[in-house]
């Protein structure tokens, strides 16, 4: 597990999670400000899953098949699950910059607002190429593309993206129960990034065994 600490992508995993502590100290940002660029992150997961279903090689025949009915579906699922995933978490952490219930162009436009007024365009990239040195050293180069199943990886992101934001959300009540206190939204990030770099090991540790997934 030691090797998997010192990866390219590992390391990638660690600084893009760091990046949002400059919001933190320097930008004013609190628990809902983490926590929309958290969710925002769900996005380039579902993205990167969608490429890793488009490569994958494991399983046998009839993938190709597969693959025509299981990517739309996991882009309606998981774009559904995302947008209730949205709804609460401007429900319950929007405070004041909450307007109701928003419907999917409503909760976009929110989101689009947002992202330009807390500055989260750069943290943004930084999550996104941090899941794109993954996808490019693992998946394409570390050939792990070999071992993904169409039918496994269609429900694989669920259960890292629901044990991350458990996590986040459990540092957010703390975070606001202290008045947002700076040192309340680093253990938020602290929270964050021991989820994300558990989540990786364990995937390489999966394919390390050379198990399909």
């Known amino acids: 597990m030691r090797r998997h600490l010192v990866t390219p992508a590992a390391l990638a995993l660690v600084l893009a999670n760091l990046v949002p502590l400059i919001g933190v100290f320097w930008l004013g940002w609190d628990a809902f400000s983490l926590l929309l660029l958290f969710w925002l992150e769900n996005l380039i997961i579902g993205f990167f899953n969608i490429l890793r279903m488009l490569v994958a090689r494991g399983g046998g025949d009839h993938q190709a098949a597969k693959k025509i009915f299981m990517i739309p579906f996991f882009t309606v699922h998981y774009g559904g699950f995302t947008f209730a995933h949205g709804v609460m978490l401007f429900s319950i952490f929007a405070g004041a910059r909450n307007t109701g219930l928003p419907d999917?162009?409503?909760?976009?436009?929110?989101?689009?607002?947002?992202?330009?007024?807390?500055?989260?365009?750069?943290?943004?990239?930084?999550?996104?190429?941090?899941?794109?040195?993954?996808?490019?050293?693992?998946?394409?180069?570390?050939?792990?593309?070999?071992?993904?199943?169409?039918?496994?990886?269609?429900?694989?992101?669920?259960?890292?993206?629901?044990?991350?934001?458990?996590?986040?959300?459990?540092?957010?009540?703390?975070?606001?129960?202290?008045?947002?206190?700076?040192?309340?939204?680093?253990?938020?990030?602290?929270?964050?990034?021991?989820?994300?770099?558990?989540?990786?090991?364990?995937?390489?540790?999966?394919?390390?065994?050379?198990?399909t997934v």
């Open 104 to 211: 999917i162009p409503g909760l976009a436009g929110m989101t689009a607002a947002l992202v330009g007024e807390l500055h989260l365009g750069w943290p943004l990239l930084a999550l996104c190429t941090s899941h794109g040195i993954s996808f490019v050293t693992n998946s394409l180069l570390g050939g792990e593309y070999k071992s993904y199943r169409v039918d496994k990886l269609l429900m694989r992101p669920y259960g890292r993206v629901i044990i991350m934001h458990i996590a986040v959300l459990l540092g957010a009540f703390l975070a606001q129960a202290t008045g947002n206190s700076r040192w309340a939204l680093v253990i938020l990030v602290g929270l964050k990034i021991a989820v994300d770099l558990r989540g990786h090991l364990a995937e390489r540790r999966v394919f390390a065994a050379g198990e």
